[in-house]
């Protein structure tokens, strides 16, 4: 329950108390290593699923979370070898499936990676709503909806606006912290948070998961289209945020600790050490109870005080980022 809520650190503290309870037992070592691997500890994460490997050679879940960690330390090669030893292990299961797709997108083998990345859990889908094939536009809603994590929607989104390009009446159904931010997806005609809301326009409607418009498109790296910034952020937003991060020195967003993973603070140290560097965290206050201390934390400028995401954060999180010379990730 605490891993589940983000407070790794506390997780943490209780499965070395189950571990004290019960030794070795190779579930609490997995979960163990899982809260590691959020806290970015990622070399002792790596330890861990060794142990449970070990002790139960067969548990599948531990090269998939194995192969995960390494991809987090972009070892694609090992991430990959792990993942697909744990898709032997278990092929009927979606998650090592999904999991193998993403390094094969990460390392440009696109066309073997679309068909394995449908295996995806959490897929969303409409009740009483016929999908779309491919067809072209016509006199129909093509509805897309989105999943997973904020950043996943984001990057994604700039296919709602592709296909809104092609003439489709495009309406996306997302979030509701993101519907500001995507509103500005150009031609887009409609995003929002509430499917209730759909039948009130009583064209018919197809729906189409965002994340496999890129596999529908059979699009690989050579044939991604060209586009330019796809979303926007009102002006004075921007503007006061520029008043607000002011200075000569060159301004470097950073981002550490993701929904399903991230990467040790301490990497920064290089970046931190850089003379005119200014360090600005695009985490909200929250991110900094479960983050491992480092000694150049101070120097770390967090202008992002609220303790939840919302529609009012992501809006301010983009307007800094117009701001910012570089963001790293």
Not at 220 to 228: E, H, L, N
Not at 302 to 313: C, F, G, H, Q, W
Request: hydrophobic fraction near 45%; aromatic fraction near 6%; include cysteine.
């Amino acid at each position: 329950l605490l891993h589940e809520l983000g407070r790794y650190a506390e997780a943490l503290e209780s499965f070395d108390k189950a571990l004290m309870l019960t030794p070795d037992e190779p579930h609490v070592l997995l979960n163990r290593a899982n809260a590691l691997v959020m806290l970015g500890r990622l070399e002792d994460a790596d330890a861990v699923y060794e142990q449970v490997i070990v002790r139960k050679p067969k548990m599948f879940q531990a090269y998939l979370q194995k192969g995960l960690a390494a991809k987090y330390r972009c070892r694609f090669d090992e991430a990959r070898t792990m993942i697909e030893h744990a898709r032997t292990l278990a092929p009927d299961e979606p998650a090592p499936k999904a999991a193998l797709a993403e390094i094969m997108l990460l390392t440009g083998d696109w066309r073997a990676a679309w068909p394995l990345y449908e295996a995806r859990e959490g897929r969303p889908q409409l009740r009483d709503v016929p999908a779309w094939r491919g067809q072209p536009a016509g006199p129909f809603r093509l509805v897309l909806l989105s999943e997973g994590h904020v950043a996943d929607t984001v990057m994604f989104a700039r296919y709602a606006a592709l296909m809104a390009s092609r003439r489709h009446d495009v309406t996306l159904l997302t979030r509701r912290e993101l519907v500001p931010l995507l509103s500005s997806l150009p031609k887009v005609e409609r995003v929002t948070d509430n499917a209730a809301a759909l039948a009130d326009d009583k064209r018919p409607m197809m729906q189409f998961p965002l994340q496999s418009l890129m596999g529908m498109l059979h699009l690989t790296p050579d044939t991604v289209p060209q586009q330019g910034p796809y979303l926007s952020v009102p002006e004075d937003r921007v503007a006061a945020w520029a008043e607000k991060l002011a200075g000569m020195d060159m301004k470097v967003g950073i981002c550490w600790q993701g929904e399903t993973g991230g990467v040790p603070l301490a990497d920064f140290a290089p970046l931190a050490a850089l003379r005119g560097v200014r360090l600005i965290a695009l985490h909200t206050q929250g991110v900094f109870r479960v983050t491992t201390p480092v000694p150049f934390a101070t120097h770390i400028e967090r202008p992002l005080a609220e303790a939840e995401v919302n529609a009012d954060t992501m809006l301010d999180i983009a307007a800094i980022i117009a701001n910012l010379d570089l963001v790293v990730g």
